[in-house]
């Protein structure tokens, strides 16, 4: 699939970052609301939407424990995201019909896939986001996949590539899969935080892909 790839930035932990995010010229935030470096308890998360632009996607990030109502955000227009063990019942009552991302994770380790068709298409109305998955963590590894392993998927349907990615790889990955969308954390981090260099060069690797022949 060609044409516009999709950015997400994720895990801003404050309205500043949503600010960076925007001029750098985002698509979609990701604030993480479940146990993380980047956790965002339900008291701060407003201040974090509110800072959104309404031409930017707001995506709350859970990975199963949270203190957040899912269902409520899903409803007030906030994109959801699940990126643990959540059943396709869990992700289809909370979303209530609308659209949702569901993470389906390969290890980085070995480049194998943990997912197969049957587990994909048990989630219909979600759009997979593959990413990294190193023991004992849900993503966030700065370790990237191998991306062969779902580039024929990404020309059957929409589809996000996460995990491992950085202003030096993503042009590759977008080459090489035309992903409908790309996700990054700490590929745009420097010591922990969100680093306005780092997010303008990832935006610009992601359009001049865009602009290349595969």
Same mark, same amino acid.
């Given at each position: ?66 203190? %957040?109502? +899912? ?8 994109? +959801? ?24 994770? %390969? ?12 587990? +994909? ?5 979600? +759009? ?5 998955? %190193? ?70 690797? %992601? ?8």
């Amino acid at each position: 699939m060609s044409g516009r790839t999709r950015i997400k930035f994720c895990g801003m932990t404050s309205p500043a970052d949503v600010a960076l995010a925007v001029e750098a010229g985002v698509d979609a935030i990701g604030a993480i609301v479940s146990p993380s470096p980047r956790r965002i308890p339900a008291t701060s998360l407003p201040e974090i939407l509110a800072a959104v632009p309404p031409y930017v996607t707001a995506v709350a990030v859970s990975t199963g424990e949270t203190d %957040v109502d +899912l269902g409520a955000l899903a409803a007030r227009g906030v994109l +959801l995201q699940f990126s643990g063990h959540e059943t396709s019942a869990t992700c289809e009552g909370l979303a209530a019909g609308r659209r949702y991302v569901k993470a389906f994770h %390969v290890r980085a380790e070995d480049s194998q896939p943990v997912i197969d068709r049957a587990a +994909l298409d048990a989630y219909p109305n979600a +759009l997979w986001m593959f990413d990294s998955s %190193v023991a004992g963590s849900f993503g966030g590894t700065g370790r990237a996949f191998d991306w062969s392993l779902v580039a024929a998927l990404a020309r059957e349907r929409p589809l996000v590539i996460s995990g491992g990615l950085t202003a030096d790889n993503v042009g590759a990955c977008v080459r090489a899969v035309r992903p409908y969308a790309v996700d990054v954390r700490s590929g745009i981090e420097t010591d922990g935080r969100k680093d306005a260099g780092k997010m303008r060069d990832f935006v610009t690797a %992601v359009r001049e892909a865009d602009a290349s022949p595969t």
